[in-house]
C-alpha cells in the first residue's frame, strides 16, 4: 500500500472536516475511491467507495473505521480546531493569507472552541473588530495587520 504525505494529508483534512462539521458525510464514498485511485488501499476504502450517496450512516462508520486503520483515528474538534488556528496564523505570518482573511478564520474556529475563562472569545471578538478597521479604514491597513499580527502571535502564544 502507498501512502504518501499528500493522501494521507488530503484524508485527515476530510475527517477532520466531519468532525467540525464542514463535511459532507455523503461525499465520503467519492473521498474514499480518490484515496483508492491514488494508492491508499485498505478494504474499508473499498467497501466505503462502493456505497451510494444515500448511505449516509454507513459512509460515516466506515471512514471513521478506515481513519483508524490508517493510524489516524478521528481527533477532537477542539484539536482539530487549534491545529487549523496554527494553520491559519502560519499562512499570515507567511503571507500566503491576507490579513482579515486570517483573522476571520481564525476568529471563526475561536468562536467554537469549548473555553471555560472566556479568553478565546475575547481573542475572536478582537481579530472581528481589526478585520472591519482593516476593510473600512485602508491608510491604517499597516497598524491593523501589525495589530492583527501581534494578536494571532498572543492567542498562539495563550495555547502552548
Do not use: C
Amino acid at each position: 500500500m502507498r501512502r504518501g504525505p499528500e493522501e494521507m494529508d488530503a484524508l485527515i483534512r476530510v475527517a477532520d472536516d466531519g468532525v467540525l462539521g464542514r463535511g459532507r458525510t455523503e461525499d465520503f464514498p467519492m473521498v474514499a475511491a480518490q484515496a483508492l485511485a491514488r494508492g491508499v488501499d485498505l478494504p474499508a476504502l473499498r467497501e466505503l467507495a462502493g456505497l451510494g450517496r444515500d448511505d449516509v450512516r454507513d459512509a460515516a462508520d466506515l471512514f471513521e473505521r478506515a481513519m483508524t486503520e490508517l493510524g489516524h483515528p478521528l481527533r477532537e474538534g477542539d484539536a482539530i480546531r487549534w491545529a487549523r488556528i496554527r494553520e491559519a496564523a502560519t499562512s499570515l505570518l507567511e503571507k500566503r493569507t491576507a490579513p482579515p482573511n486570517a483573522a476571520g478564520e481564525i476568529a471563526e474556529l475561536l468562536r467554537t472552541l469549548d473555553d471555560p475563562d472566556g479568553r478565546t472569545e475575547d481573542f475572536a471578538w478582537h481579530l472581528h473588530v481589526l478585520s472591519v478597521i482593516w476593510e473600512d479604514h485602508p491608510a491604517d491597513r499597516p497598524d491593523t495587520v501589525a495589530t492583527i499580527k501581534s494578536t494571532v502571535s498572543e492567542i498562539i502564544g495563550y495555547r502552548r
